[in-house]
């Protein structure tokens, strides 16, 4: 069955819920607290959003959020952590959101959602009831009114027919789960960039190994994991031996409307042979974390001798600015979050170079509205990390600490995704599990930070994809 919208004069559509205007609220004696939203990105189809304020009274927190146009939305919460979800479809923002603390808000975070849609996370103090307002505008821009934290009134129930009442209550048992559903389980697209090839190469190893054969073998592995995953899906920026320029790699991004970046590279240090470890870049706006940081950012932005500034943003100042002003918030901070992921599973497998996410200009990770990070697997020019890098077993185990990375970031940011899970039954064993679901114990195992093989019933376990 199709999502039905229910118009209003408001023009802010919901699926498969009812939107009833109310009387205006009064605001004196009210704390407004304004994020700083700032109009700068071009106009385009759909619904123009910002922007969000805050009223905080006598426990409640109303978020309102203005709305030129017509759109429509869906919205969920999860328990751990306690948060509000509103996925916004057809909609442009005028708005760049810092994280801000306003009653029951703890903070607020905008992400790309789906084709030409946006998501607003809104991380709670805790969970609370939820109330949502459609408000037509009258020649101004309408808003939706988001409350939180006061119940709802009791329904006043008016005597009707069985005949009237029974199309109602299927209406909403059927069509409205059903829909929610549907929104939840649309994949998170993330694009794996394997670096350089064709007639780029990349660094060289001591024994003949090219980085370009390196990063396309991880990268194929790392897409294999993730379109195993239930609410994942994969995009290759390239799938074989051939050029792909830098400026097209984030076109490709921009084209699947990529919730996630990873650009996967080898290393090489040109100071000593011994050097080791992974390490995990994103971009800064300020300048590299340290001196070999920008050399290495350098030396991958001269492999694509057409780049010369983000394409989008060249020609046009006023995105110029905004890019600015994201590099300093929301993108920035997933950037940091999703790299610090990857590198927790990076050390479980290898020294890691750097112990922190390093920052450094690389013109592949400079998509405004994209969480973006480069990694770094190994040094080519270390004859040992060269050798294993030649080997399937280490390029797998990379490839899992890289996907089990994204994993963990797509499970904490949205919710519903990433993850299968079994329900453990009397009679059941880790070894029989982990057969039936195409992986090792040791990799369930550690999946599940297990220390033994013990299992219980009742238990649930996170289910892995497998290498094949």
């Known amino acids: 069955m199709g999502a039905t919208a229910v118009h209003d004069r408001s023009g802010i559509q919901e699926y498969g819920r009812r939107v009833v205007p109310r009387s205006g609220l009064r605001t004196g004696a009210w704390l407004w607290l304004v994020l700083g939203w700032m109009l700068a990105l071009p106009a385009m189809a759909g619904a123009r ?7 905080v009274r006598r426990g409640a927190t109303i978020a309102i959020l203005a709305v030129r146009g017509h759109t429509t939305y869906h919205w969920f919460t999860t328990d751990r952590p306690p948060r509000l979800v509103l996925d916004l479809r057809d909609t442009t923002p005028e708005m760049v959101a810092h994280p801000v603390s306003a009653g029951l808000v703890r903070a607020v975070y905008v992400e790309r959602y789906g084709p030409g849609g946006l998501r607003l996370l809104f991380n709670l103090t805790r969970m609370v009831p939820v109330r ?7 020649g101004r821009p309408g808003r939706l009114e988001i409350e939180l934290g006061r119940e709802a009134p009791p ?4 005597p009707v027919t069985a005949q009237m009442r029974a199309p109602a209550a299927a209406w909403d048992r059927a069509t409205a789960p059903e829909i929610r559903t549907r929104l939840r389980t649309k994949p998170v697209i993330i694009v794996i960039d ?15 190994l090219r980085e370009k054969i390196v990063t396309l073998s991880i990268g194929r592995m790392v897409a294999r994991r993730i379109d195993a995953t239930p609410g994942m899906r994969a995009v290759l920026t390239r799938n074989g031996d051939y050029y792909v320029s830098l400026r097209q790699r984030v076109l490709d991004a921009q084209r699947h409307d990529a919730a996630l970046f990873v650009s996967i590279h080898a290393n090489s240090s040109p100071r000593s042979p011994s050097v080791v470890g992974g390490a995990v870049y994103m971009l800064s706006e300020h300048g590299a974390s340290d001196a070999e940081s920008g050399m290495l950012a350098r030396t ?6 057409t780049i010369d500034g983000v394409h989008f943003v060249r020609n046009d100042p006023r995105l110029n600015y905004v890019l600015t002003d994201l590099l300093q918030n929301q993108a920035i901070a997933a950037s940091d979050s999703l790299g610090g992921d990857i590198l927790h599973y990076l050390a479980q497998v290898e020294p890691l170079y750097e112990p ?4 450094a200009n690389f013109e592949v990770l400079r998509d405004p509205m994209i969480p973006s990070v480069l990694v770094e697997t190994a040094f080519l020019s270390n004859p040992t990390q060269d050798r294993e890098l030649s080997e399937r077993s280490s390029r797998e185990r990379l490839a899992d600490a890289i996907y089990d990375g994204i994993r963990e970031y797509v499970r904490s940011h949205f919710p519903g995704r990433g993850t299968r899970e ?3 039954r009397n009679g059941d064993t880790l070894s029989g599990i982990a057969a039936r679901s195409g992986v090792s114990v040791d990799r369930l195992r550690a999946f599940n930070h297990l220390p033994r093989n013990d299992i219980a019933a009742g238990q649930v376990l996170r289910i892995p994809p497998g290498s094949s």
């Open 300 to 305: 991958e932005n001269a492999a694509d001798p």
């Open 194 to 208: 394997p670096g350089h090839g064709g007639s780029d190469p990349g660094t060289t190893g001591p024994n003949g």
């Open 422 to 424: 079994y329900t453990v």
């Open 155 to 158: 329904p006043v129930v008016h």
């Open 356 to 359: 922190r996410v390093q920052r």
């Open 132 to 138: 949502f307002t459609a408000r037509a505008g009258y």
């Open 49 to 55: 959003i910002g922007p969000l304020t805050f009223l």
